[in-house]
């Protein structure tokens, strides 16, 4: 059981055009696994450094011990999962993880989309959701988001969705077998009083 006192806006459910967000689900661990393990040379340059091989890490069994994890997690109010859905057919995951309420109330954003509908803005699409569900049911304040700064894709998602550069962290996380620089970008709850799905749509070209 979620405390909603402890963790507002979750669980839930978001969607908006072809894009549908919900929380990883027992039946997605088949899909997840066929989508992840065809995406390797496209997701592991991004991905956290790991002792054993891709295919190993994305079993359907490994979906199924991720999920207990975020799951449980979730119910203690540190991260909210999101599977991502393009017209059905999973294509990726968006978390707030390290959730922290008091002062901070402030998330880490994370995200990953299938390449086969990357460059659609689907992605981005899905993290403005994400956003505006994170500064409204789920009453955070500030979402940061640290990318590499060879990750161009994923720096003009955030740059599209109204995220600001904050600074470089040097050799911030252990990614794909080394210490990683990274570069700092935050949203705050009042940057965008119309909401960033209202900024998505203006600046997706149609």
Known sequence: MVDPALHPGWPARLSWGPVELHPPRRGDADEWSRVRRANESWLAPWEPTAGSPWAARH??????????SVLRRASLGTTLPFVVRV???LVGQVTVDNVVRGALRSGNLGYWIDRSVAGRGMASLAVALVCDH???????????????????PSQRL????????????RRY???DGDWRDHRSYALLA????????????ARIPR
């Open 59 to 68: 079993t359907p069994q490994a979906y199924r011990a991720m999920r207990r």
């Open 87 to 89: 017209e059905g057919r």
């Open 134 to 152: 994170v500064f409204g049911a789920a009453r955070l304040h500030r979402l940061q988001a640290d990318i590499r700064p060879e990750n161009g």
């Open 158 to 169: 955030v740059d599209r969705l109204g995220f600001r550069y904050e600074g470089l962290l």
């Open 173 to 175: 996380l252990d990614i």
């Open 190 to 201: 009042e940057d965008h009083p119309n909401g960033v799905l209202d900024l998505w749509r």
